[in-house]
């Protein structure tokens, strides 16, 4: 692969780990960048995973090094969202993607409407810590390993996913779940990797240089978060969300794509 093709996508990855640090959805950008590279669908996903490690680390190392993580709440919910993603690998061949991806669209436009509405109902919500619908314990062993095993098995919009959870189950406010966020989805994102370099797929020059420059992104990113918070988090969620879901419907092998077009 040419130098200056490498680079470009290495250009990819930073804008990618800067977004996806604040709303998810960094995948948008890096696997149409890495298909139009010359790589087969399987290879690119792999070595999104490579990048893609990078950017969630480097977040969940940023919110950590400013305490917005609880690693004592939070080393169960690693532990089965772990579980889960290795399963959810495991069941790619005999679960029905199709099915998954009509519905998905369907759940993300639902959680943008959640999240550019919950404020006029409660002005601090998603803004503070409130009153959690969950509990921990309950969380562990319930959402972490069913969003874990979502995103070994198909993937888009599980940061998404996570933060709904946080926010609507947990009662964290955006900054808290956006940071309790990155720590399970990089932990899902290792599980997942783990499995992809037994394949053989990944390309490692492309997948690194997307590390490094995912990991400068995210570290900005996550300032970004931290000083404005909920401000700018929530009107990302919202486009991220509304964004993905465009793009799946877009997809014509999706369930829902003639339903979409025959409207238009």
Known sequence: MPLTLIAILGAVGLVAGFVDSLAGGGGLLTIPALLLSGLDPVAAIATNKVQGSFGSGSAALAFARRGHIDFRQMRGMIVTTLLGAWLGVAAVTVAPLSLLAGALPVLLITMAIYFAFSSRFSPKAGIEDGKARMTPRLFTWTMAPLIGFYDGLFGPGTGSFFMLAFVALCGYGVLHATASTKLLNFTSNIASLALFILSGKIVW????????????????????????????????????CCAVAVKLLLDPANPLHQAVISLF
């Open 205 to 240: 020059v492309v997948g690194l240089v997307m590390g490094v420059a995912q990991f400068i992104g995210a570290q900005a990113g996550s300032y970004m978060a931290v000083r404005q918070g909920a401000r700018i988090i929530r009107p990302l969620l919202v486009l991220v």
